[in-house]
């Protein structure tokens, strides 16, 4: 379900969120929310949904072989160099 309601930045840059998205999205007085600038704008969203995001974004890609394999190219061209004796 999706809401749009215009909000207002107001006193000291506050953002009120609307009771219904709040109700929502279970989000009460002191809920630590992330503020995520993307090129559409800007998402908040709990911490767990963030992850959610990230762990989605990031399946079927395993990082752990694309650092190794781009950190095996870097040592190829550095070993490539040529030795300057002095």
Do not use: Y
Not at 55 to 62: Q, T
Request: net charge neutral; proline share 2%; aromatic share 2%.
């Amino acid at each position: 379900m999706s809401d749009t309601t215009l909000v207002q930045v107001g006193n000291k840059g506050r953002i009120v969120v609307p009771a219904t998205m709040r109700a929502r999205h279970q989000w009460v007085e002191g809920s630590a929310l992330v503020a995520l600038d993307t090129e559409l704008g800007v998402l908040f969203a709990d911490r767990a949904t963030v992850e959610r995001l990230v762990r989605a974004r990031l399946a079927g890609h395993d990082l752990l072989d694309e650092l190794l394999s781009d950190r095996r190219q870097e040592a190829g061209r550095e070993n490539a160099l040529p030795t300057i004796r002095t």
